[in-house]
């Protein structure tokens, strides 16, 4: 985009008339690299200087896989459960009036503002079979706290705001002309929504769902409090990293941190791609 | 459309009773789900610290840990949020007012902290500064504590937060453009002038409401400080720490006291972002 001077040099920047650059950038580079560059450089280094062997070994442990297999299964469940009552929420706060709209709507970033500690000790309370939720839900047979129900619980309070706050604009952003002229063809309600305002809308869940589901693999104060920890049943892998640097097993802690690490971005990646293709295919239909 | 008439009307007949029952139902799911979710967990917090009385929750929060965890949960905050706010306005002006190569390569850097669980976090800094780590020993022989200490956790909150302002003010910065400052150029004012004078007066709301996310991240971050802080009681204990503490030691009210005043910040700070939306136009991108 940028870069070619008009003799043909390289250059960092285009000119501008406006100061400042060198200080702003400079700065900017050399904090990024000092806060977020430098300690991640670490755990790149660690894990990767670790003979194969152990690094083979740690990751073939039975309380890694199963670790590996409740964190991303819970966020999995928990972004699904999220995508669902998200939609719902955010089509109620855009479509609709109604007394304490703006309330609700407020409470949304709650997840945001509330430390994670706190929502993790107050989770255990009402799920516990003697807390408010928990000894109704008991009484059908069903136990949260402690169990990977729990986990899940934890990470669907800790996704809501990401999967609303992604649909809003998505849905205020919607053309009503499309979704009236579904209508005034004959199309019912439901036929409207699942063939004009669900595709128009997917790109927004997709990124929603997969923004909630990245942040519950790596989440961790919410979660220890109601899963119990119990090993090989309800420990997660950041727990897991935690207990490795307990046991000052650092390069074990280095290659968790890095697998997640890379998990993170293969997300991440995925979801861009998802997107490009969905505005594409949009792109070919309109 | 004349043939579309009766059809319409009957199809609206039936359909605005149907429309009213979806309508309520909609509305009472996405009420129910958010008040499980997130206004008894909420209420539970304050229920559970008055649990035995305004006397027993007076003392749980004067108690000489508490206050030492206070303490340093507010040193903590003082250092980290002005750091990231003026990294936040230098990236927004080297990114939102030049054209450069690798800027969207920078703009996804900044974007990092929020895609990294912060266990991971505190696990670079502990591989950089702790007893085995890249500087521990060099550290160790001139006797700078780093990891169990205040500055590890001033390290691991700075990355959490590293995006909050930064994230605000850029897109608000590429929106109001650089025509403005380009004209107090031409009247022969210098860089600073133009910042304070020009920018700072435009970007003011953008800038406390980045403030105001980052001091809550900051106040109550846990899974980062737990890996760094090494519990120390009195000490190297933050709020959301010593809520942990007291937690695990079954003191189940003390620690719903101190979970009530990081509730009543989150409450607090919901208030203010809320009401910063209103007044300015501005609104969360989260």
């Known amino acids: 985009m940028v870069g070619r001077s008009g003799h043909g040099g390289w250059r960092l920047r285009e000119p501008s008339v406006l100061p400042g650059f060198s200080l702003a950038f400079g700065y900017t580079v050399l904090y990024l690299s000092l806060i977020v560059l430098l300690p991640m450089a670490a755990l790149v280094v660690s894990a990767a200087s670790a003979p194969l062997g152990q690094v083979l070994a740690t990751l073939a442990e039975p309380r890694v896989l199963a670790a590996l297999r409740l964190s991303f299964g819970a966020a999995l469940l928990a972004a699904s459960i999220n995508a669902v009552f998200g939609l719902i929420v955010a ?27 706190v929502s993790g000790i107050a989770l255990v309370t009402v799920f516990a079979e003697t807390g408010l939720v928990g000894q109704w839900l008991a009484g059908l047979g069903i136990r949260v706290a402690y169990t990977w129900a729990g986990v899940t619980v934890a990470l669907v309070l800790i996704g809501i705001p990401f999967v609303v706050r992604t649909l809003q604009p998505a849905l205020m952003a919607l053309d009503p002309a ?96 998802l997107q490009a293709w969905q505005r594409r295919r949009l792109g070919l239909v309109a | 459309m004349a043939t579309a008439g009766p059809v319409l009307q009957e199809h609206g007949r039936s359909g605005q009773w149907r429309g009213r029952l979806l309508r309520g139902l909609l509305i009472g799911t996405a009420v129910l789900f958010l008040g499980l979710m997130l206004l008894v967990p909420l209420a539970t917090v304050f229920a559970g610290a008055l649990a035995r009385g305004i006397g027993f929750y007076r003392e749980a929060l004067i108690d000489p840990d508490a206050l030492a965890a206070m303490r340093l949960t507010l040193v903590t905050t003082a250092l980290v949020v002005p ?41 670079g800094y502990v591989l950089l500064f702790g007893a085995g780590g890249w500087f521990g020993a060099w550290l160790e ?146």
């Open chain 1, 91 to 117: 089509w109620v706060l855009t479509r609709y009036d109604f007394p304490g709209r703006r309330v609700l709507d407020a409470l949304i970033d709650l997840p945001f503002a509330l430390p994670t500690a």
């Open chain 1, 178 to 273: 499309l979704e009236e002229a579904a209508a005034s063809l004959g199309a019912r309600r439901w036929q409207t929504f699942l063939r004009v305002t669900l595709p128009a809308i997917t790109p927004a869940l997709l990124t929603g769902f997969t923004l909630a589901f990245a942040r519950g693999v790596g989440e961790y104060g919410s979660v220890i409090f109601i899963a119990g920890n119990l090993p090989m049943h309800t420990e997660i892998m950041p727990l897991l990293i935690i207990i490795k640097l307990e046991q000052f097993d650092y390069t074990g802690a280095a290659v968790l941190g890095l697998l997640m690490l890379v998990l993170s971005f293969v997300m991440l990646l995925v979801i861009n791609l």
């Open chain 2, 83 to 123: 750091l990231n706010t003026l990294f936040g306005i230098a990236a927004a002006w080297a990114i939102a007012r030049f054209s450069f190569r690798g800027k969207n390569v920078l703009t996804t850097l900044i974007d990092m902290p929020f895609a990294i669980s912060p266990v991971i976090a505190g696990l």
């Open chain 2, 141 to 286: 022989e001139r006797d700078v504590p780093v990891i169990f200490a205040l500055p590890g956790i001033v390290l691991a909150t700075l990355f959490v937060t590293f995006p909050y302002v930064a994230r605000e003010l850029i897109p608000l910065m590429q929106m109001l453009g650089t025509e403005e400052e380009e004209a107090a150029i031409s009247l022969g004012a210098g860089g600073w002038t133009i910042f304070f004078r020009v920018t700072l007066p435009k970007i003011q709301w953008g800038v406390i409401y980045g403030v105001i996310l980052c001091n809550a991240r900051a106040m109550g971050e846990f899974g980062a400080v737990a890996v760094v802080s090494g519990h120390i009681r009195g000490l190297t204990t933050t709020v959301p720490l010593q809520v942990e503490i007291l937690y695990n030691e079954y003191n189940a009210v003390a620690a719903f006291a101190l979970a009530s005043v990081l509730s009543l910040l989150a409450v607090v700070t919901l208030v203010l972002k809320t009401t910063i939306e209103w007044r300015t136009g501005l609104r969360g991108r989260h």
